[in-house]
């Protein structure tokens, strides 16, 4: 089809894509494909607190997995963002995993967000946000917009609280961008 960089993401969920049975799907898939495959942990947000408790599952799971079957974990530089990479020399596709729960998962993070109502939003899960809806309307306004950004950064804290349920403005992820 000429695609050059295919990945797929997919939520991990207990009981419905969290066995050893499906961690094998993905990989005899990517061994022949060159393919990044995806699993994002659940995460809570603030309206689906009942779905979260049922099907929550710690991302270790699957990065067991992965160290059991010889999966290498890439080193990659700080701008790579959140996700954790493995590479397997076997196989043409990579495997990533990203773990909002696990430990320093926070230091790693370069993403900004902006709502579907233009708010900027330095966290997926902080309890503030800024318009900047005004300064999306012009191209003459992209200094403003950059400066703006910028001195939001200075804002940004070393954490999210996830792990202490703490899931901020986000009520859930359709109204957030990616």
Not at 87 to 108: L, M, Q
Not at 143 to 148: P, S, T, V
């Amino acid at each position: 089809m000429g695609f050059e960089n295919i990945k797929v993401n997919a939520v991990l969920l207990n009981r419905i894509n969290s066995s050893e049975k499906d961690f094998e799907s993905w990989s005899k898939f990517i061994k022949d494909h060159k393919v990044d495959f995806r699993y994002i942990e659940l995460m809570q947000t603030g309206d689906n607190l009942g779905y979260f408790k049922k099907y929550h599952v710690s991302a270790n799971i699957f990065k067991n997995y992965l160290n059991k079957n010889k999966w290498i974990q890439q080193t990659l530089g700080r701008d790579a963002g959140p996700s954790l990479n493995y590479i397997n020399p076997e196989f043409k596709g990579k495997f990533g995993i990203i773990a909002p729960y696990s430990k320093d998962f926070c230091k790693t993070c370069n993403r900004l967000r902006i709502t579907s109502r233009g708010d900027l939003r330095l966290c997926l899960f902080g309890n503030t946000g800024i318009s900047i809806r005004h300064l999306l309307q012009r191209d003459d306004q992209l200094d403003e917009l950059k400066d703006l950004i910028l001195k939001q950064l200075n804002f940004k804290k070393e954490s999210h609280y996830l792990e202490l349920g703490e899931t901020g403005l986000t009520k859930n992820l359709s109204t957030t961008g990616g």
